[in-house]
């Protein structure tokens, strides 16, 4: 999953040239091969979390390729816990040997050794949401944390899964964790293009026949090394409904600050993505247009949940993809690039 920060442009050019030529397949492949996946191993793993009143998350972390040149058959995974406004409520550290798997539930967490001791301070985040990141990184033979070997990034090493749980309505989902990898360096987990991203599509069911809905949107950035997270500042959206005949509705601006949690539609209580005084009455997707806030080292992670009677389905947001932009990924493109 290395990616070369070159490749931009030429992921770039061939996400177009997909599209223009009505290849079928093509741009998921490319995008497939340029550092993130659902299904493979990555570097880092972005997950939400809910410990609020009435419900329960369990993040699942299998190292199932991850080893250490000096470690062996084995790495440790940095677990950071944020909160909706980009707090940093806990970190600690996990050991992974090859092919081992961890759940932790937020509410009764502890950092883990070699030999899936318990070390150092319960941890206890009842009462919060918000942003899990877990990263990868080589290890020693003691399976140190990463501070005491160098920060060395580990990549193509982890998969996960994430599972809510709400009571008060009796339904819960799980889905797949998103995996970012490496730049070719090594040294900074990157996240997919966003010179080439049009929008982000939410699917939903018939709002009328959900009974309960979470929208999780997170604002997610890349560093100058290191492992992405959260990142305060929003980013604005325009947003459109298309029901299930192509017919578009106008939908009020949404942001995505560091975390935000909201629903499909609004209710008494909470602020929808679907205002009340707006009638939607079919399936169909909830399409979000980046306006401002939304550069190239930016990112959006959404995922909706959705319970029609017993029954609880999630789905990450989709990317439609158009044409490239004028920003750093070509102002920066190597000059043979550009001859």
């Given at each position: ?136 990184y080589e290890t020693n033979e003691a399976c140190a944390d990463f501070s005491h070997v160098g920060a060395v990034l580990a990549d193509d ?157 999630s789905t990450s947001a989709k990317v439609k993809f158009g044409e490239p932009s004028a920003s750093r990924a070509f102002v920066d493109a ?6």
């Amino acid at each position: 999953m290395k990616v070369k920060r070159e490749r931009r442009f030429l992921v770039a050019l061939g996400m177009v040239s997909a599209i223009v030529m009505g290849s079928a397949g093509t741009s998921s492949a490319i995008i497939g091969d340029d550092g993130f996946s659902h299904t493979q191993p990555g570097a880092e793993l972005i997950m939400p979390f809910d410990a609020t009143e009435g419900k329960g998350t369990f993040l699942l972390v299998s190292n199932i390729h991850g080893t250490s040149s000096s470690g062996g058959a084995q790495i440790t995974t940095h677990w950071t816990f944020w909160s909706e406004s980009c707090n940093e409520l806990a970190d600690f550290s996990i050991c992974l040997t090859l092919n081992d798997t961890v759940v932790v539930d937020p509410t009764n967490a502890r950092a883990l050794g070699a030999a899936n001791e318990e070390l150092g301070p319960l941890i206890n985040l009842t009462g919060k949401r918000g942003l899990v990141t877990v990263t990868a990184y080589e290890t020693n033979e003691a399976c140190a944390d990463f501070s005491h070997v160098g920060a060395v990034l580990a990549d193509d090493a982890i998969v996960g899964t994430f599972t809510f749980a709400d009571t008060s309505v009796g339904y819960a989902f799980g889905n797949d964790a998103f995996g970012l990898g490496l730049n070719d360096a090594g040294t900074a987990v990157v996240l997919p293009p966003s010179e080439i991203v049009d929008s982000f599509n939410i699917e939903i069911f018939d709002p009328t026949s959900v009974e309960s809905s979470v929208v999780v949107l997170s604002h997610l950035a890349e560093q100058s090394k290191g492992q992405v997270e959260p990142k305060a500042a929003p980013i604005r959206f325009a947003t459109t409904f298309y029901d299930n005949l192509e017919i578009p509705t106008s939908l009020p601006d949404q942001t995505a600050p560091c975390v935000k949690f909201t629903q499909v539609s609004s209710t008494d209580t909470v602020a929808g993505l679907i205002p009340a005084n707006v009638s939607v009455t079919t399936s169909g997707i909830i399409r979000l247009h980046p306006i401002s806030g939304f550069g190239p080292n930016d990112y959006l992670y959404s995922i909706v949940g959705q319970a029609v009677g017993q029954y609880g389905a999630s789905t990450s947001a989709k990317v439609k993809f158009g044409e490239p932009s004028a920003s750093r990924a070509f102002v920066d493109a190597p000059v043979s690039l550009l001859d």
